[in-house]
């Protein structure tokens, strides 16, 4: 007779629940596209408040159309209920992925700090977030630590050279 499973430790707990919000393509996606819509809403917006309010709300449109999408292609297989749950578990990394940039125009709305220079902290903040899950990634592969180091550092630099292309575009 074999012994029971163990439960998953805290840590182990913790680790998924980052893994699903944060280290999926549409977490990474939601990351960029909020980092854009910032940059696009710093060029026109009054205040760190309409930056916020014009990205975040521009960003739910996007999760919008995600879940939209996987419900339209899964449904018929799965039922509408289900693919619809399904699509707002899968897309739900968007919304998740961009909280810490969303944090940081609310500080510097909270603290009368200019539009452009949020719209930067928001920029830095993206690229840390992106560096940490190149890092992550290049860990898992089991490079070594400059290797992690230059894979983050690189993860970050294009998805910031993504971000700038949409601007360019827009």
Request: charged residues 15%; aromatic residues 12%.
């Given at each position: 007779m074999s012994a029971p499973a163990e439960a998953p430790?805290?840590?182990?707990?913790?680790?998924?629940?980052?893994?699903?919000?944060?280290?999926?393509?549409?977490?990474i996606y939601g990351l960029i596209v909020f980092a854009a819509f910032v940059?696009?809403?710093d060029d026109h917006a009054e205040s760190v408040w309409e930056v916020?309010?014009?990205?975040?709300?521009?960003?739910f449109v996007f999760f919008i159309a995600h879940v939209f999408a996987?419900?339209?292609?899964?449904?018929?297989?799965?039922?509408?209920r289900h693919a619809?749950?399904?699509?707002?578990?899968?897309?739900?990394?968007?919304?998740y992925a961009s909280v810490p940039a969303m944090l940081?125009?609310?500080?510097?709305?909270?603290?009368?700090?200019?539009?452009s220079d949020a719209a930067?902290?928001?920029?830095?903040?993206?690229?840390?977030?992106?560096?940490?899950?190149?890092?992550?990634?290049?860990r898992r592969r089991g490079a070594?630590?400059?290797?992690?180091l230059l894979g983050g550092f690189a993860t970050a630099c294009l998805g910031i050279f993504i971000v700038l292309l949409e601007l360019v575009i827009h």
């Amino acid at each position: 007779m074999s012994a029971p499973a163990e439960a998953p430790s805290a840590w182990t707990r913790v680790k998924a629940w980052f893994d699903v919000r944060f280290r999926s393509p549409a977490a990474i996606y939601g990351l960029i596209v909020f980092a854009a819509f910032v940059t696009i809403a710093d060029d026109h917006a009054e205040s760190v408040w309409e930056v916020l309010l014009t990205s975040t709300g521009s960003l739910f449109v996007f999760f919008i159309a995600h879940v939209f999408a996987h419900t339209l292609t899964e449904h018929a297989t799965h039922g509408l209920r289900h693919a619809t749950r399904e699509g707002m578990r899968h897309g739900a990394g968007m919304l998740y992925a961009s909280v810490p940039a969303m944090l940081v125009l609310v500080w510097a709305g909270a603290t009368g700090v200019s539009v452009s220079d949020a719209a930067e902290l928001c920029g830095w903040t993206t690229f840390l977030v992106l560096a940490l899950l190149g890092y992550s990634a290049y860990r898992r592969r089991g490079a070594g630590l400059l290797g992690r180091l230059l894979g983050g550092f690189a993860t970050a630099c294009l998805g910031i050279f993504i971000v700038l292309l949409e601007l360019v575009i827009h």
